[in-house]
């Protein structure tokens, strides 16, 4: 099987993905007056000239919601295209689990730079953690410094293994460098141990990676044994000098979120709002799957970590708490038939989507399948509102992590000129998206546009700051650093 991770979050890949997105969108297609506009319409199955039918889009209902769409329902014949795959799933606001095994392992930075408030305010949140997990559910403690160490070992809690672990949390003392993949594979071997339920890690940080693994594509091969296990990791930057890059790369490669705490006092709501969402969980070892069509061939997949064989794409997504929400957006090319063959339906792709569904106990599935019309007169549909989104919200993602290294790198001024031009692209494909979706879908696009704007605007501020650097006043240097530690996370939520 041949394995392929997209970074959605280094440097080079953003770039690819940036052009890849841009190949696609930046002019529009042309469009005949009066022609189908089908690719902008809400799933249905859609009437062709001749009376044949396209199915360029489906929904399916259940605890995990499909909603599943190609970017164009009409394409030209003749010539080879390219369009996208979305897949979105959401998980029913409304879903309860059966009793379910929940493990959280907490997995804490004791390098000598904790020491202090640091120490003190992560081993509070842990215990608060700790106090609020129900009875029946489990938790392991690992610290880490110059090697990871099993604190406490994966415990079923009641009151009085509740009272012995937090009291076993007071023992932490911080010293030492700051070895992360220590703490990571240390707390995958205790993962390895379990089997069936669903596992939560929460990764606490302040500093760079001293010893162990210190490079990104090695830290997400540690951070993809972890996923391989079904646990999804959370990684919180506590203060200004943790690096980014690296934890947002851990989180986005288990299918986790990753937060920065500018103070440690901070931690604590932190902690509560992932542990809110462990109680929630109603999937886990959820998947896309993806399988291409003869003729049809992978381009990409935006932001994901996934693995293909053959024609065979498949694209883990771990576990979904109640009202949470993921998307798979690939890009494809498809041969498409000769000039000679006239119009007629293009298979492209049937996606599926399975899991463990938590409410019923059982395994689940949902599928269908996309395929494109092709028009013998050269007319094209313009890109699906839903998808246009999902481009732009993954292009804005590149942008914003390539200003990051703009301002890194000293260049305050091309990186807010980078943000600046692709909220402007943003607002224009906003107004065009919003106004050809359908009358009871325009809310929820445009609120998915405000989160882009938001960020992007976020960020542009942010790049007002001086950028860190040594001839900075302490004050500056702390500004600028919180500059990129906080739009990494936009960046890294807005990816979500």
Known sequence: MKVRTVAALSALGMLLTSASVWSLTAARPHVEPGSDRSGWSEPRQDDTEDGATTHAAFVRSGTLGVDARLGHARVPGGAAFETFVLVDVHANEAAHA???????????DRSGSMRGRRMNNAIAAAQGAV?????????????????????????????????????????????GDTCISCGLETALGLLRQRSGGVDRVLLVSDGEAT???????????????????????????????YNE???????????????????PEALGSIFDQELAGLERAVAREAKVELELAPGVTLVDVGGRAFSQNGSHVSVPLGSFSAGEERSVLAR?????????????????????????????????????????????????????????????RTSSVAALNEANGLFAA????????????KLDEVRERREVAVAAAPEAAKPALASRFDREELALGSAASAFAEPPPASTSTPDELRRGKAALKRNAAEAAELAF
């Not at 059966?98 to 804490?108: D, E, N, W």
């Not at 594509?217 to 919180?236: E, L, P, Y």
């Not at 000293?410 to 031009?421: E, F, S, Y």
């Open 211 to 241: 010893s162990g693994v210190r490079d990104i594509a090695g830290m997400r091969r540690v951070a993809d044994g972890v996923r391989a296990t079904g646990a999804t990791v959370t990684t919180i930057g506590v203060d200004v000098d």
């Open 332 to 392: 494809v090319r498809v041969a498409g038939p000769g000039s000679g063959s006239g119009s007629g339906e293009q298979p492209v792709v049937t996606a599926r989507l399975r899991y463990a569904d938590l409410t019923t106990g059982s395994l689940a599935e949902s599928s269908g399948s996309l395929g494109a019309f092709v028009t013998s007169d050269g007319s094209r549909s313009l890109l699906d509102p839903s998808v246009e989104e999902r481009v732009q």
């Open 131 to 175: 106090r609020r997990l129900a009875d029946g559910d489990s938790v392991s403690v690992v610290d880490y410094a110059n090697f990871g160490h099993v604190l406490v070992p994966p415990t079923t809690l009641d009151a009085e293994a509740r009272s012995r672990v937090t009291a076993e949390l007071e023992s932490l003392r911080a010293a």
């Open 245 to 263: 890059r690296m934890m947002t790369a851990i989180a986005e490669q288990t299918n986790g979120r990753h937060y920065f705490v500018q103070t």
């Open 98 to 108: 059966r009793p379910t095994s929940r493990h959280l392992a907490i997995v804490i």
């Open 410 to 421: 000293g260049d305050a001024v091309a990186a807010r000129r980078k943000v600046a031009a």
